[in-house]
């Protein structure tokens, strides 16, 4: 009991990680990103990989996936950040897909089978195995990334990014160089869902490209919309929310997809703001005066 | 074989074009990708599908019931998820959109199973020959109906007074509630067809793929939508062209590139598009 306690703790931390992320993009920058997953894949893959055949240890696997997701979310959002929020949304569904396929027809990448043996961290003179260490590692990691961003939406540079989210010819015309902002935004997200994904890979040891798929994006987009789209403390709920709530339906298992949409849809409707929209960080903007 | 490819590219282009001229035309009037587009699509499939595995009903009555059902749940779709959520930031009726489909391709999956059906009738196909070259009849069928639809679209755009109110209500909302056209009724409208074109395309593709589950409607629906920007959104023109483009450079690629990235293919032309020519090959009114 106490194990399955312990793993469903890592996932939420993990969850987190994936939920603040994508929050930057989608309530700071109003920017919808579908492919989220891809980047945990991306950094899962990688970290997975570079362990395996270079035996890097746990913190520079760690480093590569955030680097490598964070160059191919530079590469994705260089050429799509300077359009409609619409085409982006299509493109990072595209890029979920066409990295799914990768991950599948590669062979470096072990194909459907997937990387098994993923080695688990150790450095430091110590063996981060038992869950409950493993816990630690990720709860450590957590509080970095949320100090992380909680300093990012606080600063200049934040507020910049909530200018342009509200109205970006405004923002244009007050000095910010938008495109520029929104390009480095969504790099960051994707290298924080690439150490996601190398904490993920670690812990359970063994990848595959089911996980990463678009299911995965959108539980992730579940996860934000129902803790409130633009609030970080929103983001942590709706994460831990939705990774215990499956569980505790396991009969309900079949309907699991079906109530995510009919949440993400009913959400909207009757309280866009989210569960915790009314603290501090609120979504009054949704409302577009007109 | 360079032919034979080019021939399989139109058909599946031209029902790429289909569901792209939904996901224009919505687009135009409303300014929102409707993601449920695929779900439309697969609605349309599964109500003809359905209806003729009863016996009871001729193919052309299930193909009418179908695009109907299509268009009525395209119609409700945007009284539900879209029309509450107008006014607000973009990215409100987005998600909605993606809730919507992903609620939609749940339910079927709850409703039918994951399984293929095959398609109830067996139609006897031919392969002829034009101008020496092999091509079967069902390639052809699915072209001519396709096309025939897209005229009938253009013709009711062009030349019927509902057909100018929704272009109108496309290029400024406003001055088109000042002329006395009702724009809600005009936005249900542009659905009710837009998503009676896709539940055609959807019954099409379950005739020429013989194979109908809930979530067919994913990969087409993305493709298509690929298809319209690469025609330049909002154009219906463009939506043709795009959509005919795209399935042949899929097809071409997947004989001559790689079969195991063939779904790839749209969406590393949407990204080219998006880089060099946003506007799409015609120009749209997206950007």
């Given amino acids: 009991m106490t194990a399955y306690v312990l793993h469903l703790a890592i996932l939420a931390g993990i969850y987190i990680i994936l939920t603040v992320s994508i929050n930057l993009i989608i309530g700071y920058a109003g920017q919808v990103s579908l492919g989220h997953a891809a980047f945990y894949g991306i950094g899962a893959y990688a970290s997975a990989l570079v362990s395996l055949h270079w035996h890097f240890p746990f913190p520079a696997a760690a480093l590569t996936a955030m680097l490598v997701a964070g160059l191919c979310g530079l590469a994705l959002g260089l050429p799509t950040l300077r359009l409609k929020e619409d085409y982006l949304a299509i493109v990072t569904l595209g890029f979920g897909v066409i990295v799914d396929l990768v991950f599948l027809n590669l062979e470096f990448t072990g194909g459907p089978d997937g990387l098994p043996g993923i080695p688990p961290p150790s ?39 909530r200018a342009i989210r509200d109205h970006e010819i405004t923002a244009q015309v007050m000095g910010i160089n938008t495109p520029a902002y929104k390009v480095v935004v969504f790099t960051l997200a994707a290298a924080l869902a690439g150490l996601a994904g190398s904490l993920y890979a670690h812990y359970i040891t063994f990848i595959n490209p089911e996980t990463f798929g678009l299911h995965t994006s959108i539980l992730i987009l579940a996860m934000v919309v129902l803790g409130g789209m633009g609030s970080i403390a929103g983001s942590v709920l709706g994460a831990v929310i939705l990774t215990i709530l499956p569980e505790m339906l396991r009969q309900a298992h079949a309907y699991q997809e079906l109530i995510y949409g009919g949440l993400l849809m009913l959400l909207l409707i009757w309280r866009p703001e989210g569960l915790l929209g009314r603290g501090k960080l609120s979504l009054k903007f949704l409302k577009r005066e007109s | 074989m360079f032919f034979q490819q080019l021939i399989n590219g139109l ?13 224009t035309m919505i687009y135009g009037i409303l300014g929102l990708i409707n993601f449920a587009q695929g779900e439309i699509y697969m609605c349309g499939a599964f109500v003809a599908v359905l209806l003729l ?101 253009i013709v009711f755009v062009r030349y019927t007074t509902y057909g100018k109110a929704i272009m109108a209500c496309a290029l400024d909302r406003d001055t088109a ?101 946003p506007q799409g090959i015609l120009r749209g009114r997206g950007d």
């Fill in chain 1, 123 to 161: 450095f430091w003179g110590i063996d981060f195995r038992p869950p409950w260490l493993y816990l630690i590692l990720v709860v450590v990691t957590v509080i970095l990334v949320l100090i992380f961003t909680y300093r990012l939406v606080d600063s200049y540079h934040g507020r910049a990014l």
């Fill in chain 2, 11 to 23: 058909t599946t282009g031209s029902v790429y074009a289909l569901i792209a001229l939904g996901y």
């Fill in chain 2, 53 to 153: 595995a009863t016996g009871k009903v001729n193919f052309f009555l299930a193909f009418a019931l179908g695009m109907a059902a299509a268009a009525l749940l395209g119609v409700i779709l945007e009284r539900v998820a879209f029309r509450p959520l107008r006014g607000f930031h973009p990215l409100v009726p987005l998600i909605s959109a993606i809730g919507a489909s992903i609620f939609l391709q749940s339910l079927a999956l709850l409703l039918f199973g994951p399984n293929d059906r095959p398609f109830p009738i067996q139609f006897t196909f031919s392969t002829i020959n034009i101008a020496g070259l092999p091509v079967s009849t069902l390639q052809i069928a699915i072209l001519g109906a396709a096309l025939g639809f897209m005229g009938l679209l």
């Fill in chain 2, 177 to 277: 509630r000042l002329m006395g056209i009702n724009v809600d009724r005009m936005v249900s409208l542009t659905f009710l067809v837009g998503s009676a074109l896709s539940g055609a395309a959807g019954i099409m593709m379950a005739i020429y793929y013989n194979a109908t589950y809930p979530r067919m409607g994913l990969l087409p629906g993305l493709k298509a939508f690929s298809a319209a920007i690469l025609g330049g959104v909002g154009n219906i023109p463009g939506a043709i062209l795009g959509g005919l483009l795209l399935g042949v450079a899929e097809s071409l690629g997947a004989a001559y590139i790689s079969s195991g990235f063939k779904d790839a293919i749209a969406f590393a032309i949407l990204i080219l598009v998006l880089l060099l020519r």
